[in-house]
């Protein structure tokens, strides 16, 4: 679990910018080149992705107030799941697995558009032979 609390690495200082101590647990030596300073400017960053998905939140009241349904709550590598309001609905399907997947999902989300991707090109719509990347994760939205 501690890989997951190391410091926060804000540039490639020696303590990643995080502290002129000691910290209490070791920085990451990837700390050089994984750190905000590093992705600030690069929108294919993981922090530029980070960003989109608070502006998604903050923006779009399915996030927040929608109904969760789980979708395909069996399947080993997707997670994936619906957030509904009367007005809109939110589809997020995300491949948890280093090789590529493809899922059938139910419903006709012909005029969803894809409003958030961690890759590029993702697919347009899903439907019944949705295919997801080794560690993609889609939001499609369509309005009710």
Do not use: C
Not at 34 to 62: C, G, K, M, T, Y
């Amino acid at each position: 679990r501690d890989h997951a609390r190391t410091p926060m690495q804000w540039d490639a200082s020696p303590k990643a910018g995080y502290t002129t101590g000691t910290p209490w647990i070791g920085v990451n030596p990837d700390h050089v080149e994984v750190n905000v300073a590093a992705q600030r400017d690069d929108p294919d960053s993981v922090l530029a992705h980070h960003r989109r998905l608070i502006e998604l939140r903050h923006r779009d009241p399915v996030v927040t107030d929608g109904d969760f349904e789980l979708l395909l709550p069996d399947h080993p590598a997707v997670w994936a799941f619906l957030r509904r309001t009367p007005d809109a609905e939110l589809l997020v399907a995300a491949n948890l697995a280093g090789e590529p997947v493809q899922v059938e999902l139910d419903g006709d989300w012909a005029a969803a558009e894809p409003v958030l991707a961690n890759l590029p090109n993702p697919p347009a719509q899903p439907g019944a032979d949705l295919r997801l990347r080794p560690w993609e994760a889609v939001v499609w939205r369509r309005t009710r």
